[in-house]
């Protein structure tokens, strides 16, 4: 089992930058990719940025390319999204996630495990 904890969500103004992190725990954590999701009122959930177990490939959706970026510290089990220039359009609950495999995917029915979710509101 694995579980999560995210933090790090709140009111920004558009333009506002945050960073969310997730704790992560139990069995082989470490050894996961690991991924960021959001689901906006009305809407299914979608992928935002994903890692592989080593940080080393990282995918983007092209909705936050250049502006997001994640990462990963397993030394502390945590995963981080830093957010920049944010937008109304990025307002949504983010989840964390941990995937089954060491290889990243963008598809959230490979990541059978999730955070209870941080909310994120961008408005003026």
């Known amino acids: 089992q694995v579980q999560l904890v995210d933090s790090g969500g709140g009111l920004v103004q558009p333009g506002g930058s945050l960073r969310l992190s997730c704790v992560a725990s139990g069995r082989t954590v470490y050894s996961r990719a690991m991924g960021w999701f959001r689901q906006a009122p009305g809407k299914e959930r979608e992928y935002v940025a994903v890692?592989?177990?080593?940080?080393?490939?990282?995918f983007y959706a092209d909705s936050v390319k250049g502006r997001f970026t994640i990462s990963r510290d397993n030394a502390k089990n945590t995963v981080y999204l830093q957010m920049n220039s944010l937008k109304p359009e990025d307002t949504a609950d983010y989840y964390c996630?941990?995937?089954?495999?060491?290889?990243?995917?963008?598809?959230?029915?490979?990541?059978?495990?999730w955070g209870q979710g941080t909310q994120v509101t961008v408005s003026s």
């Open positions: 996630a941990a995937s089954e495999y060491s290889s990243a995917s963008t598809k959230k029915e490979d990541y059978p495990y």
């Open positions: 890692t592989t177990w080593s940080g080393g490939i990282t």
